[in-house]
Structure formats: C-alpha cells, structure tokens
C-alpha cells in the first residue's frame, strides 16, 4: 500500500503475519503483524561542479542536474484483535490480502502508524535537505580568530 504526504512516498508491506492455531473454533487466526515502512522522496539536484579534461589543465565549470532519492527505513509488529471473532466476518487465512491486513492494523494502531509515518518523513525530508542546502549541515571546529591573529602576529606574517 503506498501513502504520499508532502512528497514523501510511504511503502507499506507485510513480509510476515504471526497467527494463532485456533480461536472459537476458527483455524489459522492472524494476531501479529510484521510491517516494513519504506518512505522515500525523490527530486531534482542541481549543482555546479568542474569537469577537467585530459588534454588541459584547467577545468571547465559546469551545472548539473540528477534526480535523487533518498530513502528511510522502519520495521514494526502490530498486534489484531482476536477477541470476538465472528465466523460471518472471519477471512481465512489463504484468503487474506495485503491491504486488507494493512487496514486492519491502522485500526488497531492508528497512534503508531501516524507518528511513525511522521518520523520517517521527516528523516526523508531532512536527508533531502542535507543534499539540497548542506551548509546548513556544515559543523567545524575552527581556530578561533584571536588565536589566528596572534599566530599570524608572533610569525611576522
């Protein structure tokens, strides 16, 4: 099932399903659910860079554009309700389908679906934003200015 929001595109699938053997008297009852959430974004880079050719020593500056995509990555179990079943509604277990699985855990979790969602959009976002603006991102440790002045003062420079 694939869910957008703010341009993030979020994945859900179900790689495995945990069931009970027997409850009130129906067989192979789902209890658990395993669901991968693969949230990616995906955009337009543009950015200079240089281009130096063999035959010169100079470079040429050139403007680039790729499409990038980042992506973030999240497993979680929901647990279903197996208390009450009724037989009229009950869908056997060779019977079952993704999204109807899919739905039946955002009922169960709605909190924990949205805010992982919402987690992992935002790390999609702030991954695409490290590309995008990485001065922002940019951390240093640098020779404070004094110091700097009084090294270049003591050396005659």
């Known amino acids: 099932m694939i869910i957008t929001s703010n341009s993030v595109q979020h994945e859900y699938t179900i790689p495995q399903l945990r069931i009970i053997g027997e409850v009130d008297g129906l067989e192979n009852v789902a209890y658990q659910a395993q669901i991968y959430l693969h949230s990616s974004t995906t955009f337009d880079h543009t950015y200079e860079t240089t281009i ?28 279903l309700n197996t208390v009450g079943l009724a037989s009229t509604s009950f869908t056997a ?45 940019y951390r240093d440790t640098p020779v404070t200015p004094w110091r700097r002045r009084a090294d270049e003062a003591a050396s005659g420079l």
């Open 93 to 137: 277990f060779d019977d079952l389908e993704e999204n109807e699985v899919l739905e039946w855990c955002f009922d169960a979790e709605p909190t924990l679906v949205a805010n992982l969602q919402a987690e992992q959009e935002a790390k999609a976002l702030e991954a695409k934003d490290k590309i995008l603006n990485p001065k922002k991102y």
């Open 52 to 79: 130096y050719d063999m035959e010169s020593p100079v470079g040429i500056a050139t403007i680039v554009t790729e499409s990038k995509t980042v992506t973030e990555f999240t497993v979680f179990d929901v647990n």
